[in-house]
């Protein structure tokens, strides 16, 4: 069987470092230059979670505000939603809510209570003395949401991004396993002979 | 080439009379298919011989061509291609914009997309395509999140970029649906990638083959209806209401047999292209023979249809009263590439249950498909293995030989497929509830009946002799090479077998092709803006016709060199043939119970 593929998408404002993230895990390279995302864009990367194969396709969104309404389309079906803020910028972390609740509106999934998500406290590479946000105050929201799994990281030195990642994958196919799978086989058909309603024409 | 389209009265069913119409309405008539908004090769229009390109009509009065410069001959080829920039859709400013590039692309490609273009792209013309031969089609199945759910590449190969494929056709496919729209296809180049949008699922065709745009269409719908035969309408709806990120492959797990055999077998198969059955060949008198024995007793009260079938094609099927097959055409052929795909036909058991569901009959249950083989494949097929090398002096073991030689060129899925195709004779009893006892006790009742009365012998005889098929060389017509006739009334078609120079894979698929381009544009499928009557092409290798008349369609392939009015003689000569022959070649007055 071929591998299963994961939907995992990317959310936070703008510069916190979403397209390095990606492509520290995917491609394992980073650099330095900001270049606004524009849209949307995805990668994919094949990863072994548990001895099982899959693929996980990575959608990286614009975190500028006139593209905060990507539309239901790109967040539909999404495994697992990755917040990303920069910890040294407070704003980007406060806005996390906004951009939790946009997804579970967005995406509308099946259980939101339980929807797995993971949050990145991103460019931890920066000197500490211009840190913003607490991981106290990190901790402590991630648990008001229900336990997110929270980790600090620097796209720049590939710190905890192999790492997060994997617990995304994780997660999601997680999540995937406990959902039962409503194959509720349906009734037999009666197959009336002698109704008159005809099922098509007879020409 | 040259190439004519004109409308003849209905008046004339069974005799082609060459049409009396005057030149210029059906010039302007292929002039309106050019400029249709569809950019589908519709008409093949002249310039494949170069400097002689010209526009041909039929005038009956002189019986002579009458030939127009063709002012519209053009020979760029285009390089646009109508691939969009998923970057440039997030606000509503860039969401329009992609949404006019891709308009603006698509429309040029659409000008350009002049039918002779394509046919002249399409054909063994250009050094190229020689090259390229025909490159297998490729579709893929996905949800509409974007995850896999099928794709026609072979396993394991690409799969990344596979999953790239469908991340971008969903993120493409939904710029235009935000906007209430629906992307129907992408032209770049020789390569047109189709969509069918069956929520929750997409469908992708991607082909180079030049077919009119219905015809990949078709194949998804097929792919769709194979699909939900195994899942169901109803349970594909409510899953994907709870889930919009399940994946598929889950429930499809151990499916996808079929849905490759369902592939291999559409590329040539013009019955399921015009929706209609091909039937076995056979004796009428046995076939009235064997339908009686399959009369179900008035104890099974569930069942819809049974059929009997040999070499993938229906040799009678009985049903209820109530039922007609006609709309079932497509389940008819759903229902037999079932029964052939690998898993079911080279299954060691001795008969096999399946739970199918028919869209249209019920969308949202199961009936379950009895099917066990009344002489096993694996027996048949030594002999069969045997007699293609043995003697080829005879006609039936030269077409094994054919096959076997066609196989060999690398579709390893159709191996199996075809060689069992050529010796098994399929009972299958369609059914609903739950009365697997009875249904089996029936069947193996039958089968003892058939085997008793010498009708089985008789049949597997007729099958192995090659009585069952024949050649267009057989009808003693000058310069017919094949042909497809369609009896509208009995919704069923018949051909002769492929024979010299169309025997090699690649030449099946250009006649099929062509087909396929006179079918479309007889029926206006790709948006003409009329139906045809009648349809002409040349081109260096043959001349095929296509005439649509009350009672019958013809499709007719004849050497390149023949006059039209020997054009017109054989096809006539065709239908004539075919009434003669009528009872053996169709299934008719099939019981009802």
Known sequence: ?203 | MTSAASRTRPSSPTRLVIPSIHPTPSLSNIKDHRSSTLSVPLLPTPGLESSASSVTNLDLNEGILVHDLDPDVDTTRSEDTAVGQIDDVASEESRRNLRDHLRRTLSVQREKSDAKRKLDEWLDISPDTTLEGYRPREYFVLTDAGKPVFASRPDGKDVENSSSIMGVVQALLSVFLEDGDKLRCINTGRLRITFLLRSPLYYVCASSWGEPESVTRSHLEYLHLQILSIVTASQLRRIFERRTNFDLRRLLDGAEPFLFSLLDRIELDFAMATSSLNCLQLDQSLRVRVAEALVPTSKMKDTLYIILVARGQVITLVRPKKHSIHPAGTYIHILVNTVYSPSIVNSPASASWIPVCLPKFNPAGFVNAYITFLRRPDASQKSYQRTAGDNETDVAETISASNVAENSQGITSWQTTRLIEDSGIGLVCISGGGEFETVRAWCDTVTQKLSDDGSLEALVKAVDSGKTSYFASQLGIPGLRHFVYKSRPHVQITLPAFEEPYDTLDAKRRIITLYQIIHDAIHAKSGQTGNLKLQYIRTEKEIVMGWITQPFELYVVLSPRLPKTAVINAANAVTRWVKKEESQLFLRDAPVF
Request: contains cysteine.
């Open chain 1, 1 to 203: 069987m071929r591998p299963q593929l994961l939907k995992v998408i990317i959310l936070g404002d703008s510069g916190v470092g979403k397209t390095s993230l990606m492509n520290q895990f995917v491609n394992s390279r980073f650099n330095s230059q900001y270049k606004a995302t524009i849209g949307a864009d995805f990668l994919t990367k094949e990863v072994t979670v548990d001895n099982r194969l899959v693929t996980m396709q990575i959608w990286d969104t614009a975190g500028q505000e006139r593209f905060q309404s990507l539309g239901v389309a790109y967040y539909r079906g999404a495994d697992c939603c990755v917040l990303v803020y920069d910890v040294n910028n407070s704003k980007s972390f406060e806005n996390l809510n906004n951009w939790r609740d946009e997804f579970l509106i967005q995406a509308s999934p099946h259980d939101a209570e339980r929807f797995p998500f993971v949050v990145l406290g991103n460019k931890i590479d920066v000197d500490e003395s211009r840190r913003q946000v607490t991981q106290k105050r990190v901790l402590a929201w991630c648990q008001s949401k229900g336990n997110i799994p929270y980790f600090e990281t620097s796209a720049k030195e590939a710190v905890n991004v192999q790492e997060a990642f994997a617990v995304v994958a994780r997660n999601a196919l997680q999540q995937e396993a406990e959902e039962q799978l409503y194959v509720d086989y349906p009734d037999p058909i009666q197959i009336d002979r002698e109704s008159t309603q005809s099922y098509g024409c007879n020409c």
